[in-house]
């Protein structure tokens, strides 16, 4: 929102904010989510499984994909180049795939 100027208003905000030391999650506390079990009898092929997908598919149109830079991945522990990690750990599939 806001455009370039908003971004540039969020950017220089951000870096005052770090200069100074400020912490942006002073006063939160993290939480892991409820989730699914997606594997066995409710992984791919299972009602279950299909349901989370249709439920999915409804909302992708709200999403966004971020396509990791070319190169080397060994600065995230991977041996190889980045768009040969896995990006889903259902289908085991890369982000070339």
Known sequence: PGGLKGY???ARSLLK???AGTN???GLTPQVPDGA????SCGPGSETFAEMERLGMKELSGC?????AGGLG???GFPGIKIGI???VITEMTFIQ
């Open 8 to 10: 540039l208003q969020r």
């Open 17 to 19: 904010d770090a200069q």
């Open 24 to 26: 942006p999650f002073a």
């Open 37 to 40: 079990n997606l594997s066995g």
């Open 64 to 68: 966004a994909f971020c396509l990791v």
């Open 74 to 76: 060994e600065r995230l």
């Open 86 to 88: 896995v990006s889903d």
